[in-house]
């Protein structure tokens, strides 16, 4: 499969833990990344396999299992609130796919 | 700062050409595979074209493969997206990202532009 599944929107409470998932073929051979994008602006690396990068809050984190990778979110916070595509290389190696993304609401 | 700035949007009739361009500064560009992606108004990120940091490997997504060239001027520390025959539903925002580590080709983008409007209309 050359296709990585998101749920389209997903809610949390304020302050509970979230987690957002994606499917894929290609994620049992290679590793995903998590990215946040608020309307209006650009993406934002939140995690890269189960890394963050610097500037980012560790409520976030990431994890993976077979076909399934993962973005959680401990605590979440209104700030939080933004839609989440997940990304990966195809099974090929040589192009990158991005899930449909999830659109997260922070109640 | 690390910063990527996108330019060459515009709208054009579909069949025409354009040419985006991406002027990179506070890193060193020549070390860092880079990426275009778009995002068409109301819809998901879908990945473009990458160029590896030598420039010596290029790759497409299917619907834009033979239509658009993906290249890169470290004289200038731009890189750019060449776009012909284009189609209604190329319309979308164009982001220029860069790849997080040096010297390799991956699927993470740490810095991104914040985007240039293609509209495909006629």
């Known amino acids: 499969s050359s296709e990585l599944t998101q749920d389209p929107a997903v809610s949390v409470a304020l302050g509970q833990t979230v987690r957002i998932t994606c499917q894929g073929d290609?994620?049992?051979?290679?590793?995903a990344s998590w990215y946040q994008q608020k309307p209006g602006q650009a993406p934002v690396l939140v995690i890269y396999?189960?890394n963050r990068p610097s500037g980012i809050p560790d409520r976030f984190s990431g994890s993976s299992s077979g076909s399934t990778t993962s973005l959680t979110i401990t605590g979440a916070q209104a700030e939080d609130e933004a839609d989440y595509y997940c990304?990966?290389?195809?099974?090929?190696?040589?192009?990158?796919?991005f899930g449909g993304g999830t659109k997260l609401t922070v109640l | 700062q690390v910063q990527l700035v996108e330019s060459g949007g515009g709208v054009v009739q579909p069949g025409r050409s354009l040419k985006l361009s991406c002027a990179a500064s506070g890193f060193t560009f020549n070390s860092f595979a880079m990426h275009w992606v778009r995002q068409a108004p109301g819809k998901g990120l879908e990945w473009v074209a990458l160029?590896?940091?030598?420039?010596?490997?290029?790759y497409y997504v299917d619907s834009v493969k033979g239509r658009f060239t993906i290249s890169r001027d470290t004289s200038r520390n731009t890189l750019d997206l060449q776009m012909n025959s284009l189609r209604p539903e190329d319309t979308a925002m164009y982001f220029c990202?860069?790849?997080?580590?040096?010297?390799?080709?991956?699927?993470?983008?740490?810095?991104w532009g914040k985007g240039t409007t293609v509209t495909v209309s006629s």
């Open positions: 290609s994620l049992r051979s290679y590793y």
């Open positions: 160029i590896s940091f030598d420039g010596s490997i290029r």
């Open positions: 396999d189960k």
């Open positions: 990202a860069k790849d997080l580590f040096r010297e390799t080709t991956s699927n993470y983008m740490d810095v």
């Open positions: 990304n990966s290389r195809d099974s090929s190696g040589h192009h990158v796919l």
